[in-house]
């Protein structure tokens, strides 16, 4: 059987209504995917800007702990600088001691041979030295004294 013109025109024209349903079906799926996959990357760019921002505080919070590291550094090295330094001092001071006694011990010997003498009977020139080397002697326990 043969169809007419206008039977032909209608299969066809059916056709077409079939074929746009068709495409506007896959049209209507491929924008759900489309959709889907704008939603994942919207999600997936939040998610690495928190990744990004969490790096980030992570790396403010270990600069400014570095930091404080090395601030710490630089004190404990000015402390030891200066316990250093105080140490010296005192050696400096322990050798000044030292010296003082020394002088000491040899002034209490010349006041020893002043004594002497003056029993020997040289007694005026004697007192002179004795009280010349007591002077010298309290000078020296004064200096003493002031270094501790």
Same mark, same amino acid.
């Given at each position: 059987?043969?169809?007419?013109?206008?039977?032909?025109?209608?299969?066809?024209?059916?056709?077409?209504?079939?074929?746009?349903?068709?495409?506007?079906?896959?049209?209507?799926?491929?924008?759900?995917?489309?959709?889907?996959?704008?939603?994942?990357?919207?999600?997936?760019?939040?998610?690495?800007?928190?990744?990004?921002?969490?790096?980030?505080?992570? #790396? /403010?919070?270990?600069?400014? $702990?570095?930091?404080? =590291?090395?601030? !710490?550094?630089?004190? +404990? *090295?000015?402390? #030891? /600088?200066?316990?250093?330094? $105080?140490?010296?001092? =005192?050696?400096? !001071?322990?050798?000044? +001691? *030292?010296?003082?006694?020394?002088?000491?011990?040899?002034?209490?010997?010349?006041?020893?041979?002043?004594?002497?003498?003056?029993?020997?009977?040289?007694?005026?020139?004697?007192?002179?030295?004795?009280?010349?080397?007591?002077?010298?002697?309290?000078?020296?326990?004064?200096?003493?004294?002031?270094?501790?």
């Amino acid at each position: 059987m043969t169809k007419t013109p206008l039977q032909l025109f209608t299969t066809q024209q059916q056709q077409l209504l079939l074929l746009l349903k068709a495409i506007e079906q896959q049209t209507l799926l491929r924008q759900a995917d489309y959709d889907t996959l704008i939603d994942q990357l919207q999600a997936n760019q939040t998610s690495i800007t928190a990744t990004l921002d969490a790096v980030s505080d992570n #790396a /403010a919070a270990s600069q400014s $702990a570095f930091t404080r =590291l090395v601030e !710490k550094g630089i004190v +404990l *090295k000015r402390q #030891a /600088a200066k316990k250093i330094t $105080a140490i010296h001092k =005192l050696e400096q !001071k322990a050798e000044q +001691l *030292k010296e003082a006694i020394r002088n000491t011990r040899r002034l209490m010997i010349q006041i020893q041979h002043v004594h002497t003498e003056m029993r020997s009977g040289q007694c005026i020139q004697l007192q002179l030295k004795v009280r010349q080397l007591q002077a010298k002697n309290a000078a020296l326990i004064t200096a003493y004294q002031c270094l501790y």
